[in-house]
C-alpha cells in the first residue's frame, strides 16, 4: 500500500493564479481531509469529506474548494492564490464511523505564493 | 469550542534525560478523544497515541507514557530516557465525541513543542 500520497511536493504560485493539490489514499478510508500548517501554528482543518459526494467546510475554508467523487481521490483546489495561502498542507485519511480514528498523513505540500 | 493548549513551544534536554510535555484541553462534551502526533524534522506526521474520554488509564509504550487526567483536562506525555531521534515538534489534538456513532473525525491541533535532544 501507498498510503497517503500527495502531488506536487513543492509549488512556487504567482498571486491570482489557480491550481490543484492531489491528494489519493489506497487504504479505502472513508474519511479525509486537508490541513494547513503555519509556523506556530498547529495544524488547521480546512476542508473535510466523511465519503464519496459528501464535502464539509472545517475550520479555514476560505479561498479553498475540494469536491469528493471517488472514495480514494480528494483534491483541494485553490481558486485565486494569496500570499496568505503560503502554508504546508497536509491531506489525511481515516476509516471514519464509528471513530474517530488514527488519521493517517500524506508526505505534504509546501506551497510558496509570490 | 474546542481547545488545545501546548504551553511549552520549545524544551531543550540532553540525552537519557526525562521530559513531558504538557497538553491541556477544552471541550463541552463528555465524550470526546485524545491524540498525540510526532513531527520530525523530515516533517511527515506520525500518530503515536489515541485516548478516549472513558479510559482515564495510564498508558506505557516502551520510552514513552501518557498521563489522562480528567480532572485538570491533561494530557500530558513523558518520554524516559530521551534519545536523540526524539528529536521533533509533538502535538496534541482533539476531537469531540459525535454521539452512538463515535467520535468526530475532525481534529482540534495544539500548537505543537518543538522537542530538542542534544547528545
Known amino acids: 500500500n501507498a498510503g497517503v500520497t500527495q502531488t506536487p511536493k513543492f509549488q512556487v504560485l504567482k498571486t491570482g493564479q489557480s491550481m490543484t493539490l492531489q491528494c489519493a489514499q489506497d487504504m479505502n478510508h472513508e474519511y479525509m481531509s486537508w490541513y494547513r500548517q503555519d509556523p506556530g501554528m498547529g495544524l488547521r482543518l480546512i476542508h473535510y469529506?466523511?465519503?464519496?459526494?459528501?464535502?464539509d467546510q472545517g475550520e479555514v475554508p476560505n479561498g479553498y474548494n475540494v469536491s469528493r467523487s471517488t472514495t480514494e481521490d480528494f483534491p483541494l483546489r485553490l481558486l485565486s492564490a494569496a500570499p496568505s495561502q503560503t502554508s504546508v498542507y497536509f491531506c489525511?485519511?481515516?476509516?471514519?464511523?464509528?471513530?474517530?480514528?488514527?488519521?493517517?498523513f500524506g508526505p505534504g505540500t509546501r506551497l510558496t505564493v509570490t | 469550542a474546542q481547545k488545545v493548549t501546548q504551553a511549552q513551544t520549545e524544551i531543550s534536554v540532553v540525552e537519557k534525560e526525562d521530559v513531558t510535555l504538557d497538553c491541556v484541553y477544552e471541550?463541552?462534551?463528555?465524550?470526546?478523544?485524545l491524540f498525540w502526533y510526532k513531527q520530525p524534522p523530515s516533517g511527515e506526521l506520525v500518530f503515536l497515541i489515541r485516548r478516549n474520554s472513558f479510559d482515564e488509564q495510564n498508558e506505557i509504550s516502551g520510552r514513552y507514557s501518557w498521563n489522562f487526567q480528567k480532572s485538570t483536562s491533561s494530557f500530558n506525555f513523558t518520554i524516559t530516557a530521551s534519545q536523540v531521534v526524539d528529536s521533533a515538534v509533538y502535538f496534541c489534538?482533539?476531537?469531540?465525541?459525535?454521539?452512538?456513532?463515535?467520535?468526530?473525525?475532525?481534529?482540534?491541533f495544539g500548537k505543537g513543542t518543538k522537542l530538542t535532544v542534544n547528545p
Open positions: 469529506s466523511v465519503g464519496a459526494g459528501i464535502t
Open positions: 489534538a482533539l476531537s469531540e465525541g459525535g454521539g452512538p456513532q463515535g467520535g468526530s473525525e475532525k481534529l482540534v
Open positions: 489525511a485519511s481515516s476509516q471514519g464511523d464509528p471513530g474517530p480514528y488514527e488519521q493517517y
Open positions: 471541550t463541552r462534551d463528555t465524550t470526546y478523544y
